[in-house]
């Protein structure tokens, strides 16, 4: 029997009642199907069972039609590859796919995502609930990214070598899965850890205990654990009551156990002054372990990636991450640049460099560069710490494998046996290599080394994003276009393009004024309001126009993003525009109804000097341009004038007619994958900062 398959591209499916047994082909292939139900179905497969596809690599690119918007539900699966199977030919994407009461009894795979290099395609928004396996031969799960058509279960004359991988930009043809999701049981968890994070024991100050059985003591390494995971609930649930909370973990953390002398922080401290090892007036324990500052540095690093802009606390936390930075580098070992297990004791009698504390701390210090907490003068210093840690604890052996050596298997205060919290106790403590406490802080510094020597300009530019000309507020909180608005109506991820390249980002809440614009390097003015969105406006003025024309004369590089003439105040943004030969026309086009993206098609042009000629992007519901000698147009539908750019001075100029590269559209949920706003908006970014 051959393979069923439905490609509609596009239109809807509908199965019901099926039953089909099957030989050594596919029980059922859904190709570029759309708004589709699979539903009571029962099969007994030789190869995979229920199959998503939508088109393999440039001839599936091309089409852009991907598999979306399907239910899958009470079904039933007997052998086969795999019971539910996306790929390996998703070139055009697979998204928005429900998964429900289904049972695979005796497959080979239960729920299998398979593709290959070149093949492209974004899979995303995949939602499994309440399946039931039995006998599966061999993973309930498999992510396959470099599927050769082999079976998933080799025989035993079978060549299961691992394929070789090279490094290769990212691409069309780059696959990507994201977004998976396997129930409601992680939600479940994180509901649970949260709740039991409300109901913790805390000192009398507010600190949480480091545990039930270490009554008030707080410990630098339960910062690590418990504020990340809070902060990202907070914001995932958009619950603003607690950040103040979060803040003071860390602060109460550093007031009880910093040492004014150093400025490092000791293990641990004890309110109760009860412990052996807490010192009777301060309570503090009596050495600085590495990995213990490690964590909370670490820590703190990832909460301010997501901590509020505009909270008091802020700025209190980045300088308790500054001080602690630039005392750690003070005890950098001179010769290695690592760190030390008893940190201040370098040489002693059984002190050793140890690899996960040094790693916490570059990878630490290169991220608060990177996102702008710690000024660029601690990079040099990260910098060879990376390099140290490679040198002094990475090895390779004789099957080729690398290790990280020396790290301290672990260490703590109090409990049975008791730890006193000496130096001896520290040092003697074993050692392990791979450790995993190590390895995943080794990885974070090497993602952060990355970032730090492709980060382009050595001068970090500053980049100022306006919100005062777009000062819109939904239920009382900062809505559309900011850095840290992470939904589909911010700029998340174009702001972190930009730290990428070396930029750091910030808003602007006042008219733009010279003393302003002094300190800034790019700013960006997006959909400036007229009373549809905000009752009070602050229109572009001739005064604001002249001050922003005279900063880019100077050499400033400005990019204004309107939108269409229904949604912005384009008037007098033409007030502006004008100034650099660039006017917009009041004429708006490409329309979109619901999913046709390519009534939104636009393509750059030829020798456009940003992008890449020819890119295709979707840009919807904006309004057009006239350009006067001087201005370059960049991209065009037909006669009109899509994008333009303009040398003014020492400066340049580029403006659109809609604000294009919100995370909707450059975040892969939404677009088909031949759309490249992504790339382009890497493109913008890179010329901004040449």
Not at 136 to 159: H, N, R, T, W
Not at 453 to 462: A, D, M
Not at 538 to 563: C, F, K, Q, R
Not at 600 to 628: D, Y
Request: hydrophobic letters at 35%; a negative charge.
């Amino acid at each position: 029997m051959s393979d069923l398959y439905v490609d509609l591209n596009g239109s809807v499916a509908l199965v019901t009642g099926c039953s089909r047994g099957i030989g050594k082909s596919i029980a059922i292939g859904l190709e570029s199907c759309q708004y589709g139900l699979l539903d009571n179905c029962y099969f007994d497969s030789g190869d995979d069972a229920i199959t998503l596809k939508s088109g393999r690599d440039e001839e599936g690119r091309k089409r852009g039609i991907p598999t979306a918007h399907l239910i899958i539900k009470n079904t039933t699966v007997i052998h086969g590859h795999g019971g539910f199977v996306v790929g390996s030919e998703m070139s055009g994407g697979v998204h928005d796919i429900f998964v429900d009461n289904c049972t695979f009894t005796g497959t080979d795979i239960g729920l299998r995502f398979k593709t290959t290099r070149g093949r492209g395609g974004t899979v995303l928004d995949i939602y499994i609930s309440n399946i039931q396996m039995s006998k599966i031969v061999g993973e309930a799960i498999l992510f396959s990214m470099y599927y050769a058509a082999k079976d998933p279960i080799p025989l035993s004359d079978d060549d299961a070598a691992i394929m070789e991988s090279t490094e290769e930009p990212f691409t069309e043809a780059t696959r990507v899965f994201r977004d998976v999701y396997k129930d409601k049981k992680y939600l479940k968890a994180a509901e649970i850890l949260k709740y039991q994070l409300d109901w913790q024991p805390r000192t009398k100050e507010g600190g949480y205990w480091h545990k039930l059985r270490y009554p008030y003591q707080m410990w630098l390494d339960g910062l690590y654990m418990g504020q990340p995971f809070r902060a990202e609930y907070l914001i995932l649930t958009a619950n603003n009551s607690e950040w103040d909370d979060v803040a003071n973990q860390f602060i109460w953390m550093a007031k009880g156990a910093k040492d004014q002398k150093t400025g490092l922080m000791y293990h641990a401290f004890d309110e109760s002054r009860v412990q052996l090892w807490a010192d009777k007036n301060t309570g503090k324990s009596p050495e600085f372990w590495s990995r213990a500052m490690g964590w909370y540095m670490i820590g703190l690093a990832d909460v301010l990636e997501l901590f509020p802009a505009e909270h008091p606390k802020r700025m209190e936390l980045i300088k308790i991450f500054e001080d602690l930075t630039w005392a750690l580098i003070k005890v950098q070992d001179t010769e290695s640049k690592t760190w030390w297990q008893v940190t201040d004791k370098a040489h002693q009698k059984d002190n050793y460099a140890e690899s996960s504390g040094s790693s916490m701390f570059v990878a630490a210090m290169l991220k608060g560069v990177r996102l702008g907490f710690l000024p660029v003068s601690v990079k040099p210093h990260a910098i060879a710490g990376y390099e140290g840690i490679l040198k002094e604890f990475v090895s390779k052996d004789e099957h080729g494998f690398y290790h990280l050596n020396r790290a301290v298997a672990g260490a703590g205060l109090g409990g049975s046996p008791y730890r006193d919290g000496s130096y001896e106790y520290y040092v003697k403590e074993p050692k392990r290599d791979d450790d995993l406490k190590a390895i995943g802080p080794f990885i974070q510094a090497a993602i952060e080394y990355e970032y730090a020597i492709r980060s382009g300009p050595s001068r970090t530019k500053n980049v100022v994003l306006d919100r005062y000309f777009n000062n819109e507020y939904k239920d009382g909180e900062r809505y559309h276009y900011t850095w840290d608005d992470r939904y589909d109506s911010g700029f998340s991820w174009l702001g972190e393009i930009f730290r990428y390249h070396g930029a750091k980002t910030n808003h602007l809440d006042e008219a733009p004024a010279r003393d302003h614009l002094k300190k800034t390097d790019v700013y960006i003015i997006v959909d400036p309001d007229h009373k549809k969105d905000n009752p009070q406006p602050n229109p572009i003025t001739d005064l604001h126009s002249n001050v922003i024309a005279e900063w880019v004369a100077a050499g400033g590089t400005l990019i204004l993003m309107t939108n269409d003439t229904t949604n912005a105040d384009v008037f007098n943004a033409n007030k502006l525009s004008a100034k650099f030969g660039i006017h917009f026309s009041m004429k708006n086009i490409n329309f979109v109804k619901n999913d046709q993206f390519e009534e939104g098609v636009v393509f750059t042009g030829e020798a456009n000097g940003i992008f890449t000629p020819g890119r295709k992007l979707f840009v919807k519901e904006l309004v057009t341009l006239k350009l006067k000698k001087g201005a370059m147009k960049i991209a065009a539908k037909g006669k009109d004038i899509i994008m333009a750019g303009s040398q003014y001075g020492k400066g340049k100029v580029f403006v659109i007619g809609d604000p294009w590269l919100y995370n909707e559209y450059v975040n892969g949920r939404k677009l088909p994958a031949e759309f490249q706003n992504y790339q382009a908006a890497v493109e913008l970014v890179k010329w901004v900062l040449k």
